[in-house]
Structures are given as C-alpha cells and as structure tokens.
Nanobody, 116 residues
C-alpha cells in the first residue's frame, strides 16, 4: 500500500511564491519518478514537472524558469517551489509516484489560488 500526502497549497497574490510538499510512504521501489500534475476548472489535467530519483527532470513550458522540483530520496518526499505565480497557475495540484511496473499513485490534491 502506497500513500502520498500533500501540503503547502493556499492563496497567494500574483508574483508571489508557494512551496508544495508531497510525502510518500509504504512499499516503494527505490528507482522511481515523482512529480506534479495540476487541473484547473474546466480543463484537463496537465503535467507540470517530474523528477526521477536519479535527477532527471521535466518541466512544462508554461512553468519553466518559475517552478523548481526537488526531492529528498531518503524521505520519499518531492517538493515544488513555485515562484512568480500567475493567475493561470490557479489549479488543484496533485503529486504522483510511479515506477516501471506500477500504476500511478496519487496524492489527495492541494488547491493553489493566485489572485489579488
């Protein structure tokens, strides 16, 4: 059984910053990928960023240069530092974890609202 618990969402003004955290627990294969999706109202879920335990990263073009993904492998925790936030970043953010033969494991989602 794998569980992911997210924290760190909230309301922030345009140009502000937030840091999301996602801690995984349970039977986790050591070689894996963790990352973040987001879903805004009326839109499809969008991949935001991913990070393998070996350090390989991916960022969506819309967040590149503003968001930074990092992880603590010892704690099975992934972080998303979000800077220069825009109203278009408003969404529910979901962390995930998977490895080669596993399904996607999802966090519960955390709301990020960027508004003045």
């Amino acid at each position: 059984q794998v569980q992911l618990v997210e924290s760190g969402g909230g309301l922030v003004q345009p140009g502000g910053s937030l840091r999301l955290s996602c801690a995984a627990s349970g039977s986790i294969f050591r070689i894996n990928t963790m990352g973040w999706y987001r879903q805004a109202p009326g839109k499809e879920r969008e991949l935001v960023a991913t990070l393998t335990n070996g350090g390989g990263t991916y960022y969506a073009g819309s967040v590149k240069g503003r968001f930074t993904i990092s992880r603590d492998n010892a704690k099975n925790t992934v972080y998303l530092q979000m800077n220069s936030l825009k109203p278009d970043d408003t969404a529910v953010y979901y962390c995930y974890l998977r490895w080669a033969s596993s399904p996607y494991y999802w966090g519960q989602g955390t709301q990020v609202t960027v508004s003045s």
